[in-house]
């Protein structure tokens, strides 16, 4: 299934590598060789449906007593929204924020407290924000059993996160997976492999120059 839906996100371009004199700079401020686009799976129906029942298999196999399912906005909604149809379970959807008008609310739909929630989400980078969606619906009453995530730079920072504040998270994919596969074919060259691979244990290498 890793290498499976590695190999959709090269296919679909929702992945993107490139050297180091074309750097993606991200929100934190993190230069990047790697860009990924999970948004792009929902325009493709056989790779969304590889990843709704990628996520649903894992949740059946691991976390048979969830109650709802539940997705980040914007990129992880319509994915929780596909994993709850398949399993027949309610959803709900956590902002980044609490709304500035109206009820104010930072998670829609209906939660209610003590419910068993697995968060889904697009990608794990540095972990900060999928952390923030956990909390809020902590703080809302729920218990988070995981967050599951199509695919993770796998920066250590994440499990530092996740491991201090007790809370559990898998990936369908992930960077060290992809990375062998795009370059046998040849979306990467080998030459650049090992320049890529330090970058997933040091993300900060492009930015500090």
Not at 19 to 48: A, H
Not at 58 to 75: H, S
Not at 122 to 146: F, P, R, W, Y
Request: some cysteine; hydrophobic content about 45%.
């Amino acid at each position: 299934m890793s290498k499976q839906v590695a190999e959709a996100l090269l296919e679909i371009k929702a992945v993107s590598i490139v050297g180091e004199d074309q750097l993606f700079t991200w929100v934190s401020g993190i230069k990047s060789p790697v860009y990924c686009d999970n948004r792009m799976t929902i325009s493709f129906p056989k790779v969304r449906d590889l990843i709704a029942n990628g996520f649903a298999d894992m949740i059946r196999a691991k976390y048979k007593d969830v109650e709802v399912i539940a997705g980040t906005a914007t990129a992880g909604i319509p994915h929780a929204a596909w994993v709850a149809q398949i399993l027949n379970l309610p959803m709900v959807y956590v902002r980044s924020n609490p709304k500035g008008h109206g009820k104010g609310k930072q998670i829609e739909g209906y939660l209610k407290p003590g419910s068993k929630v697995v968060l889904i989400e697009d990608l794990l980078s540095t972990g900060g924000s999928s952390m923030k969606a956990c909390e809020a619906l902590i703080e809302e009453g729920a218990e988070v059993l995981s967050v599951l995530a199509i695919f993770s730079y796998n920066f250590a920072q994440v499990d530092e996160i996740f491991n201090e504040k007790g809370v559990a998270f898998e990936t369908l994919t992930d960077y060290k997976t992809l990375l062998p596969i795009a370059v046998e074919k040849n979306y990467v060259d080998e030459s650049s492999k090992e320049t890529l691979l330090k970058w997933s244990d040091n993300p900060k290498m492009f930015t500090e120059l």
